[in-house]
């Protein structure tokens, strides 16, 4: 089976201690001289409507005009920054905390047990490796790929055998990748670098070569020029990258935007998912024992998604949401693997199905309002076991080789560090295997859900977090977290900042809205295109009740999120700019009219539509794109809209446009800025060194003008400090 390794992120905190808030909410606001933004004549016609875009220079990510731009708002934006008086105590706190050993979940190649790990502030996790009971040694340490920590280890896939791996980097945040092929023996490097790979995995074909995905290099910008059309390629080792053959997506018939590539676990099959857009795929197969063979059809269409998870020689196991809007799992023979031929062997249930692979058996994890199920099966359907988790959350990793007696799983939850177990895959005994030296006790701090009306009566989950004692008074600084798009499930998980925002009297919420994926299709379904309104209501909805159960209350609430959930703050704060102290808008998909006209943009049209296609589809986007509603004269709350310069997958032109609209429009004093990281991208890969300044801006401006001075709690920095 196919890994994918997920790092929880988790911190220090320190035991409880006395909430005494100090807030000081008649201090005078800072000033803030913004940059002029040149206005240019730039006109679009849709359907017979002009539309302007004064901003559309800003586009131009190679123009001096435009790094000039991000020059002077940084050095606007951190001279606000820099004038905050707990700003620094936040970013030592965060180092405090992030300052200790992190360990990912082992996974066994060939003769070696390789595992992540970061010693503390290592920008980079390093890979380690270990056989049988000998000494432990470094197999790869990003921290060394250069000097800033910017080059990230983007995936790392090994042959069966375990003799080869091929790593991918990523440069300064980009989607674009390097790949990099190493004998794990002798760690001497196989061959030349091969170059523009993107949006791709790495899948051995036995030891002969691998398949991988890209595009054709874009005219233009490759960090905002459009990409959609997706190939196949697959590389045989010791040949230059040039010779390498394209397997599909060459002809025009096999155009797409989304195209993916995986040999089976016993090297037998090649199967293609390609896809239009970011839902929905085709599905293709091939024999690889047959030397001529044909890929073969299994999904014709894109109106479902679908894949191979797994064979038992010619019998395939395909997970879809065909007739199934919550996932199942059906079996069918390769010689005849069309739908029709299809019998159900995990029948849909009321809950999500995210199954999984390893020691011969399969690992159904279900999700029951986002929290985790996990039952385990074998290989004619029959259950052998609910496996009883450590309590409730999150857990992830269940998978390996089929051989395998042994795995890891890991278990978090929002106030919860994670920790990972090794499991028996024969007798569902599991022992935890790691968990993190830190001075954090759960028990002082509690997470509950709670549902409320959306405002067409939906009922919607939300799960509130904060610590035990804490007064429901409506003066508490609450960040309320959202996202609501893309079949996306936001589930519980630790994180060192929010334990850091909690530790200082915060509360943290999320909602799951519509439009991701927490009860299936039909919840992403409506919350897409011209029903995504439904997401802003529910989020809306979702702060009112915080207000309205004096969790907090409008001069204490934050709202954040990011890329989809960066459009969701926008069209949020345009929409009810009274229900929100702060907003903290990143990496934005925030021009709707344009969005997709920018790199791999288009193949988002499954959740917003494009404004190309229809009179009323424009009209739609139009209504509630941000950068097109900011109105002038109207106070909107404090704005940190936070990007990065190398983000090329939502362009950072989104952040800037919007910025500048914002800047030219507000009325009153709450600042509205704009952080642009450079050398950075949509957030992959981000030097350790870059979050902790990051979180340290964001929370420094949100308590700094939720009306504090000083800091919440200020014992707490004080003593970890000093």
């Not at 435009?66 to 620094?88: C, D, H, S």
């Not at 690992?363 to 004619?380: G, N, R």
């Not at 002082?444 to 004692?469: A, C, L, R, W």
């Amino acid at each position: 089976m196919k890994k994918f390794f997920l790092f929880p992120v988790i911190s220090l905190l320190i035991g409880a201690c006395n909430i005494t808030t100090n807030i000081t909410t008649k201090k005078e606001p800072l000033t803030v001289d913004y940059p002029t933004t040149k206005k240019a004549d730039s006109v679009d016609l849709y359907y017979g409507t002009e539309v302007k875009d004064p901003y559309r220079w800003l586009e131009d990510d190679r123009s001096p005009e435009t790094e000039a731009w991000v020059i002077a708002q940084n050095t606007t934006t951190f001279g606000y920054l820099e004038k905050i008086p707990f700003r620094a105590d936040l970013k030592k706190r965060l180092e405090k905390l992030w300052n200790y050993e992190k360990l990912g979940s082992p996974f066994k190649e060939g003769d070696f047990t390789y595992f992540y790990k970061n010693d503390g502030l290592q920008n980079q996790y390093v890979v380690y490796r270990q056989k049988d009971d000998g000494e432990t040694e470094v197999f790869l340490d990003p921290n060394t790929f250069s000097e800033d920590g910017t080059t990230s280890l983007a995936s790392l896939s090994f042959t069966k055998d375990g003799s080869l791996a091929t790593y991918l980097i990523s440069e300064g945040g980009s989607d674009w990748r390097k790949a990099i092929v190493l004998n794990t023996e002798t760690m001497e490097i196989v061959e030349d670098t091969l170059v523009d790979i993107k949006f791709s995995g790495i899948s051995w074909k036995g030891n002969d070569g691998f398949y991988y995905s890209s595009y054709d290099k874009p005219k233009g910008s490759e960090l905002s020029a459009k990409t959609d059309q997706h190939k196949v390629y697959y590389h045989k080792l010791g040949t230059p990258q040039q010779d390498d053959k394209v397997i599909f997506g060459a002809k025009p018939e096999e155009k797409h935007r989304y195209i993916g590539a995986r040999v089976s676990e016993d090297n037998r099959y090649l199967t293609i998912s390609a896809a239009t857009s970011t839902s929905g795929n085709k599905l293709f197969l091939k024999d690889l024992t047959k030397p001529n063979n044909q890929l073969a059809t299994i999904l014709d269409h894109t109106e479902t998604d679908s894949y191979v998870i797994d064979n038992v020689g010619s019998k395939l196991y395909i997970v879809t949401n065909m007739n199934a809007p919550n996932q199942k799992i059906v079996t069918v023979d390769a010689s005849n693997p069309t739908p029709d031929h299809w019998v159900d062997f995990l029948p849909e249930t009321e809950n999500v199905l995210s199954p999984s692979t390893g020691g011969g058996y399969f690992f159904a994890e279900y999700m029951v309002d986002a929290i985790s199920k996990v039952f385990q099966y074998d290989y004619d359907g029959n259950l052998v076991r609910e496996v009883k988790l450590p309590g409730l959350g999150s857990a992830s990793g269940f998978g390996g080789k089929k051989e395998d007696k042994e795995f890891y799983f890991s278990f978090t939850n929002y106030n919860t560090p994670g920790s990972s177990y090794r499991y028996n895959v024969e007798t569902g005994d599991y022992e935890q295997y790691w968990k993190p030296e830190i001075d954090f006790n759960p028990e002082d701090y509690e997470s509950h859900q709670v549902f409320y009306n959306s405002k067409d009566g939906t009922k919607i989950p939300m799960i509130i977090t904060y610590k035990k004692g804490l007064k429901m008074n409506g003066k508490n600084p609450t960040i309320l977290y959202g996202y609501g798009g893309f079949n996306i499930s936001l589930t519980p998980s630790f994180s060192i900042t929010n334990a850091v925002w909690m530790e200082q009297g915060g509360i943290y919420a999320v909602p799951n809205l519509r439009g991701g994926g927490e009860y299936g299709k039909k919840w992403h379904d409506a919350g897409i295109k011209t029903k995504k309104q439904n997401v802003f209501d529910d989020f809306i909805a979702a702060a009112e009740y915080l207000i309205e159960n004096k969790y907090t209350s409008k001069d204490f609430l934050a709202i954040r999120g990011g890329s989809n959930g960066g459009l969701l703050v926008g069209a949020t704060m345009t929409q009810r700019p009274d229900l929100m102290k702060v907003a903290l808008p990143a990496v934005g998909v925030l021009d709707m009219l344009r969005y997709h006209t920018f790199t791999a943009g288009a193949g988002w049209a499954y959740d917003y539509g494009t404004s190309e296609e229809n009179q009323e589809m424009f009209e739609y986007l139009k209504g509630y794109s941000p950068v097109h509603n900011v109105k002038k004269g109207t106070e909107y709350p404090a704005t940190l809209i936070t990007t990065g310069d190398h983000d090329d997958r939502v362009v950072p032109a989104h952040s800037f446009k919007f910025a500048a609209e914002l800047q030219e429009k507000q009325a009153g004093t709450n600042p509205t800025l704009i952080r642009i990281e450079t050398n950075a991208g949509h957030g992959a890969g981000t030097p350790v060194s870059k979050t902790i300044e990051q979180y340290a801006d964001i929370f420094a401006f949100t308590l700094f003008n939720m009306g504090y001075e000083t800091l919440p709690v200020q014992s707490v920095v004080k003593e970890f400090i000093e």
